[in-house]
């Protein structure tokens, strides 16, 4: 038997057990009276599930998204002009939102079937620490490249694109690959989820793993043996991906 379908059969366990209580509960009572009584019955059900632990993670969870999302906007609109911005830079895709609703859904499933696994404080602010940094990171390298950063990549030469090496760039090569690296999977840790934990990170990993190469290819045709020296000097900043 899957692992999913053990799930499956606890919640329908749990769900049984709630039923058969609420039933007994409300024996000899007329149904216009049962249902104050299992108003409330539901509602102590769900504070037994939104604890403190899950308020505060999932109010960390979803400060993080909006202001990761938000600030992305207000930054690129603030060095190209709101005119030459569109939505996209919200970096809101049908891939992310998948991942993220995922993610909250295992969120849910193991905080009612295994509440106690939420409950690694350390593992828990480890990943917001990761979430923190990662922001940091990746908005000093939108900040410091200025106009030569864009959400989209550069197939051809621009007038405002020049070659970035130096703040954070002395450090990484792409310093904003690295912050959201970090940031993406800081959020999972943050949740005390691991299936998401691995998988977000396998996922972004090979992400980046593909779009440097493809990436750097172009910036090799712009700056030539400048970048060619810069890219033997510094790392790229993402995990095994020269």
């Known amino acids: 038997m899957s ?20 039933v007994s509960s ?25 604890t403190y632990t899950a308020c505060r993670q999932l109010s960390q969870m979803f400060a993080a998204m909006i202001f990761f999302h938000v600030s992305e906007y207000i930054l690129a609109a603030s060095i190209h002009g709101k005119e ?30 295994f509440p106690g696994v939420k409950e690694f404080w350390w593992v828990s ?25 864009t959400h989209l990549i550069r ?3 621009s007038e405002h694109h020049v070659l970035v090496t130096n703040g954070i760039y002395r450090v990484v090569r792409h310093p904003s690959y690295c912050g959201f690296f970090i940031w993406s999977v800081g959020t999972q840790i943050m949740l005390c989820n691991p299936i998401s934990t691995m998988a977000f990170a396998l996922v972004v990993w090979r992400f980046f793993e593909q779009r440097i190469p493809y990436e750097e290819f172009y910036l090799r045709q712009f700056f030539g043996s400048q970048y060619e020296e810069y890219g033997r000097r510094v790392p790229s900043g993402v995990p095994f991906v020269k």
């Open 3 to 22: 692992l999913f379908q053990h799930i499956c059969i606890d919640v329908e366990r749990q769900f049984s057990v709630l039923v058969s209580y609420s």
């Open 155 to 157: 197939t051809r030469p």
């Open 26 to 50: 409300f024996a000899g009572l007329t149904p216009l009276q049962q249902i104050p009584h299992l108003i409330r019955s539901i509602v102590t059900k769900m504070e037994q599930v939104f």
């Open 84 to 113: 030459n911005v569109t939505l996209k830079s919200l970096l809101i895709s049908t891939n992310y939102l998948v991942a993220m609703i995922f993610s909250l859904l295992e969120y849910v499933i193991e905080i009612v079937l």
């Open 125 to 149: 602010n480890s990943g917001l620490a990761m979430v923190v940094i990662g922001e940091i990171i990746r908005k000093m390298a939108i900040i410091t490249a200025g106009r030569s950063f």
